[in-house]
């Protein structure tokens, strides 16, 4: 069992910049795949980035956002910057067993309690 833990969401102007953690407890995670998703009111919850050997962002954020982990302190961070209001929505970390089809929402095994952003105009 995995149980992740997201935090560092707020409110922030259109331009701005946030940085999500995600930690991860119950076991070393560092051979499995890990991402971020976010799910905006009324939507699908949709890929935002992925991490394995690669990295792998969503086309509305590449360029802006980048995600990064620190496998000795069980950590994944996203930085957000240049932010816009269509970024808004909840954020979840996720992670899975293995390094494959990592940008797949429903390969996902462990999902966190979600973090929300909120980009104001």
């Known amino acids: 069992q995995v149980q992740l833990v997201e935090s560092g969401g707020g409110m922030v102007q259109a331009g701005g910049s946030l940085r999500l953690s995600c930690a991860a407890s119950g076991r070393a995670f560092a051979g499995y795949g890990v991402g971020w998703f976010r799910q905006a009111p009324g939507k699908e919850r949709e890929f935002v980035a992925a991490?394995?050997?690669?990295?792998y962002y969503a086309d509305s954020v590449k360029g802006r956002f980048t995600i990064s982990r620190d496998n000795a302190k069980n950590t994944v961070s996203l930085q957000m910057n240049s932010l816009k209001p269509e970024d808004t929505a909840v954020y979840y970390c996720?992670?899975?067993?293995?390094?494959?089809?990592?940008?797949?929402?429903?390969?996902?095994?462990?999902w966190g309690q979600g973090t929300q952003v909120t980009v104001s105009s």
């Open positions: 991490l394995n050997w690669n990295t």
């Open positions: 996720a992670a899975k067993p293995g390094t494959r089809r990592i940008a797949i929402k429903d390969e996902y095994d462990y």
